[in-house]
C-alpha cells in the first residue's frame, strides 16, 4: 500500500502484508515524496505508483522491487500528469485508464513493467472518467463506474492496443471512488460514492452486469485494494458521514460470496492509497 492521506497532509509511507496470512501492515519503505491519489499495479517482481498529487498533480512513474524492503525509484513519466486513474495490468504490461489532470480524460496509458521508461498512448476509454475502479485477468482489463457518477464497465484487451468497449454495469446504479482487484477469473468491486459498504463481482472472461457478493465491514469509500488468487483486501478509507479515516484492512475469498471479515491494520488511519501485489488477478 502506497502513499495516501492521512489527515493533516499526504504521506509517502510504503507498507506491506502477506495476504495468505492476517495481521497488521509492516513498513517497507517511502515513495520519492508524498502522494495521494496514486495509481498501483505490479508484475510478479515489480510493483508500481504511477501518477497522484504531491500538492500538484504530478506524471511520476515510480517503482518497488516486492521481494525486498526499500524506498521507490523513479521509472518514468506517464502521458500526461494524472491521478484516479483506473489500473490493470497483464505480467508485463500496465495500463492506466482515464483520470483526473484536473479535468477529466479518457486516454489510457502504457508501460511496460520490468524496463523503465515513459508511457505510450493505448487507446482510450468510452467517456472522460475519474475515480473508476480498475482489476485485471491475464488478458483483459475492466474499468468500473467513475466521476462524473456512471455505472458503467468497460473492457480492454491488454495485449494489444485499442479503445475500451462496454462490458456492462454495476449494481445499484452511478458510483466513483471505488476499489477493484481480482483473481484471473472474477473481478471484486468494493465500497463507493454513494454505496460505500457494497461488494460486487463479476466474471472476467464474459460480459454482463455485476452480481452482489456482500459487504464490507465499514461504509467508507477511497479505500486502496489489492489481491491474490484467492483473496481481495482493502484497506483504509474514509466515511464522510462521520468524517472518519480508517487503519483497518478487510478480506474477502475471492470465490465464495459474504462479507468481508477482518484482516488488521493499516500502520495508520489512511485513505487514497495505491494498492498492488505479486499475486493479483494479472498475472
Request: proline share 4%; with cysteine; glycine share 16%.
Amino acid at each position: 500500500f502506497m502513499g495516501g492521506y492521512q489527515s493533516p497532509a499526504k504521506r509517502d509511507f510504503i507498507e506491506y502484508v502477506n495476504i495468505s496470512t492476517t495481521g497488521n501492515s509492516i513498513d517497507f519503505g517511502n515513495l520519492i515524496a508524498a502522494n495521494m491519489n496514486p495509481s498501483g499495479l505490479a508484475s510478479r517482481t515489480r510493483a508500481i505508483a504511477a501518477g497522484g498529487n504531491t500538492g500538484s498533480i504530478v506524471d511520476t512513474i515510480q517503482a518497488v522491487t516486492i521481494s525486498s524492503t526499500g524506498d521507490a525509484v523513479d521509472v518514468g513519466d506517464l502521458n500526461v500528469a494524472r491521478r484516479f486513474a483506473a489500473p490493470m495490468n497483464s505480467s508485463t504490461r500496465g495500463l492506466f485508464g482515464g483520470g483526473g489532470t484536473p479535468s477529466t480524460t479518457n486516454n489510457i496509458d502504457l508501460i511496460t513493467i520490468p524496463t523503465a521508461g515513459d508511457a505510450i498512448d493505448f487507446g482510450n476509454l468510452g467517456a472522460d472518467t475519474s475515480s473508476a475502479a480498475g482489476c485485471s485477468s491475464p488478458t483483459r482489463g475492466l474499468v468500473a463506474g467513475g466521476d462524473p457518477g456512471v455505472n458503467t464497465i468497460q473492457y480492454v484487451t491488454i495485449a494489444s492496443i485499442g479503445n475500451a468497449a462496454d462490458f456492462g454495469d454495476l449494481t445499484g446504479g452511478q458510483r466513483r471512488g471505488g476499489a477493484g482487484c481480482s483473481n484471473a477469473t472474477r473481478g471484486i468491486w468494493g465500497g463507493a460514492l454513494p454505496a460505500f459498504n457494497s461488494i460486487d463481482y463479476s466474471n472476467i472472461a464474459s460480459l454482463g452486469n455485476t452480481i452482489d457478493f456482500g459487504d464490507t465491514t465499514n461504509s467508507m469509500w477511497l479505500y486502496s485494494s489489492t489481491s491474490s488468487p484467492t483473496r481481495a483486501l482493502f484497506a483504509g478509507g474514509y466515511n464522510p458521514s462521520s468524517n472518519a479515516t480508517y487503519a483497518n484492512i478487510d478480506y474477502v475469498q475471492i470465490m465464495t460470496t459474504g462479507n468481508a471479515v477482518d484482516f488488521g491494520d493499516l500502520t495508520a488511519v489512511r485513505r487514497d492509497m495505491a494498492g498492488a501485489s505479486n499475486g493479483n488477478g494479472g498475472l
